[in-house]
């Protein structure tokens, strides 16, 4: 019998050691109480082991956390108490199939909380749900589950995996306007020589409009001025000493040159290749105006105002209108009608960082598309125009779908491979005197022009307080079809979240430093300056002609101003969003652009 004693005994030492390692490994991990779980979701994913753990599920934690040391900021690994309740006393829940409702769980994830943005005030506080993980207990797919729905982009060794460098490649070289340009706003404005200019000791009395025109602003985009930015490949010779001889560079990676006196302009391309396209604009969020891409179209004879009308004369379309064409504009809301009766709940009031403005969304209308054009071609007629008329955001797919078979696309975003994934195919038509106001898209865009001429007015999106990004109290402009006359009456309780709330051509920016003591006394300023920031905004003029794409990243400020093309009188352009490559949260001001998950198999 003693052996058979022994025998037992060495099983109950294994075991015990065993569990003693199990415990030692377990306890190692981090242990998470559902307050470390509220708080680090708001910046990272947790995978944790639900107490007690298996041996297979400790090895597989061990070595995440190899990979995810605590101080990483994508992913944290520990373990959470079997009997995990919320402050509240309240049980932790899964999101699991029903069929699995039984089944013990091992493995809990919690995602990283997405901030909702797109309410002032936010829905009541939901308790985040534990996802359960049913896959292998394998490092190696965890790993792989982990890129896929935290976007950790690390192998097993914490190191960063190819697809991760390259995200990171892309991120440190993000297309910034003051790589080529050191023209801002303000500068355009006067305010680096504004004490020169309004000197009370002046020999010469300055003019009003020299003293403080930067304050009246510009009346139109005509005094955007431009000047050509140098291509991204181009190079330009520099005077230095090189054995006797010019050297070559190209000005985006020597940093030297940059536009100083005038606003920049587009870089200007043939047709790209796909590769050229993504590796050099795409994936560096860099603006660039196409030439040559539509050249294969027959659009340009092919869609008259006549065979529009023969083709969707009696189709229904939703068309804007404004007296002046201007769209979108920002404005105080005081000129309102409602605005004596019209309250906003305190609670609402006080998130709004501009409760005092709107922007003004234009009147609307449903007709026969004929009808439109007849609108649009008697517009155009006029000398003096009372009413702006626009078909915007029209979607060619759903309203016009005879029309798609005219337009084949792009070969560098379709060709063999779909680079970019299409959202919307829009038309934009109008007498072409139209002013689409400062705003940003959360879509890549390719801006296609076939009649007239657009000058696109463009601010990077990097540093959003620049731009005063926010959600804007919106009002919608009333109009009697029966006297043509518009009404300033509804105030709204949505706001907007794409428009900045800035007038480009009249900014407000915040005084100059000591510049109301050298005003002459004939030279008046304008009280309540408040958008100090978008003084140092540089902004770049991309005008496109007919028969040009502008491709425009996500999220890029722009302003538009439409002109008519001299034969036809109107302006027509269609345009694609496509899914955006580069990504961010808004309205926030302060978010990055990071790429979209979508993307994640163009990273290799």
């Known amino acids: 019998m003693a052996p058979r004693i022994d ?21 190692s991990l981090n242990q998470f109480s559902p307050q470390d779980v509220e708080m680090i979701i708001q910046d990272a994913c947790i995978v944790a082991g639900v107490l007690p753990v298996n041996e297979t599920v400790v090895s597989t934690l061990v070595s995440l956390e190899r990979a995810f040391p605590y101080e990483a900021v994508d992913v944290k690994v520990g373990v959470i108490h079997g ?31 997405i901030t909702e943005r797109s309410y002032l005030i936010r829905p009541p506080k939901v308790k985040p749900r534990a996802y359960f993980y049913t896959e292998s207990r394998s490092p190696e797919v965890m790993m792989e589950f982990l890129y896929q729905n935290c976007n950790a982009y690390r192998t097993l060794d914490g190191d960063l995996t190819f697809q991760g460098l390259h995200r990171e490649e892309i991120l440190g070289n993000i297309f910034h306007l003051s790589d080529v340009s050191s023209f801002t706003m303000g500068v355009k404005f006067g305010l680096t020589n504004t004490t020169e200019q309004c000197m009370v000791n002046s020999h010469t009395a300055p003019t009003e409009a020299e003293t403080c025109g930067l304050y009246k602003g510009v009346q139109s985009h005509d005094d955007f001025r431009t000047v050509r930015e140098y291509r991204h490949s181009e190079s ?35 047709m790209p290749t796909r590769a050229e396209f993504f590796h050099n604009y795409v994936k560096h969020s860099r603006p660039v105006i196409i030439t040559g891409a539509m050249d294969q179209w027959n659009v340009f004879k092919k869609w008259s105002n006549e065979f ?27 000129l309102w009608e409602d605005f004596g009766t019209f309250q906003i709940p305190l609670q609402l009031r006080d998130k709004l960082p501009f409760p005092d403005l709107v922007v003004v969304r234009p009147a609307s209308m449903d007709l026969r598309f004929g009808k439109f054009l007849d609108m649009i071609e008697e517009t155009a007629r006029l000398e003096v125009k009372n009413m702006s008329a626009y078909l915007e955001y029209s979607s060619i797919p759903q309203y016009m ?4 078979a005219d337009i084949p696309g792009f070969p560098f975003v379709n060709d063999l491979l779909t680079l970019l994934t299409r959202q919307h195919l829009n038309m934009w038509l109008s007498d072409g005197n139209t002013l689409g106001k400062l705003h940003f898209d959360p879509f890549d865009n390719l801006l296609c022009q076939i009649s007239g001429k657009k000058e696109v007015i463009l601010f990077e999106p990097h540093d959003n307080t620049r731009l005063y990004e926010a959600h804007i109290p919106e009002a919608i402009l009333g109009f009697n079809n029966r006297t043509r006359k518009f009404r300033r009456k509804t105030l709204l309780d949505s706001t907007s979240m794409v428009m900045s709330p800035v007038d480009i051509l009249k900014p407000n920016f915040k005084r100059f430093p000591k510049f109301a003591e050298a005003v002459p006394m004939n030279c008046t300023i304008e009280e309540g300056e408040r958008f100090p920031k978008f003084a140092e905004a540089v902004p770049m003029n991309c005008t496109i002609e007919e028969g040009e794409v502008l491709y425009m990243p996500a999220h890029w400020w722009h302003e538009v101003q439409s002109y008519p093309s001299s034969t036809q009188h109107r302006n027509l352009a269609i345009n694609f969003w496509y899914e955006p490559f580069l990504t961010k949260e808004f309205p926030c001001q302060t978010c990055s652009l990071d790429v979209n998950p979508h993307y994640r198999h163009l990273l290799g």
């Open 7 to 27: 025998h037992l005994s060495l099983v109950l030492k294994i075991l015990f050691l065993f569990l003693a390692l199990q415990f030692k490994l377990s306890s």
């Open 83 to 113: 009997d995990f309740r919320w402050e509240t006393g309240e049980k932790l829940k899964w999101t699991v199939d029903r069929e699995l409702e039984g089944e013990l769980k091992e493995v809990a994830f919690f995602s990283r909380a």
């Open 236 to 270: 330009v010779t520099l005077n230095v000493e090189n054995g006797g001889r010019e050297r070559t560079e190209s000005p985006s990676s020597s940093g030297k040159q940059k536009v100083l006196d005038r606003i920049v302009e587009c870089e200007r391309i043939p």
């Open 308 to 334: 529009l009308r023969e083709r969707l004369g009696k189709k229904e379309v939703h068309i804007k209108l404004t007296s002046g064409g201007e769209y979108e504009g920002v404005e105080d809301a005081s």
């Open 401 to 404: 779908p005879s029309l798609e």
